[in-house]
């Protein structure tokens, strides 16, 4: 709702209290890719994925952060796995086939 500090310190609360928080790892990752805080966000997209392996969200937005890194054979690997749990998924497609240097 704008209140990017805000959320940051929610997310971070909740992930004191229950760092397994898949939901939690992968809404401050979210925003810690949208600040540029990409280590971070990758290290918090991980973990969201290994909480719930089958989030096809978190897969796309590690995806992004991966090529952003220039990781590129991760990214792919990302976007590949969200594009096995959802085919038709807009984002998926559209990052997977996006020009990225690859």
Known sequence: M????????????????????SAANYNLGKLLHARGELAGAERLLTRALRGRPRFAEARIVLGCVFAAQGK???????????LRERPDDFGALFHYAAPSGR
């Open 2 to 21: 704008g209140d990017g500090a805000g959320a940051l310190r929610s997310y971070e609360h909740a992930l004191a209290g229950d760092p397994g928080n």
């Open 72 to 82: 590129w054979q991760q990214a792919r690997t990302a976007f590949e796995g969200a």
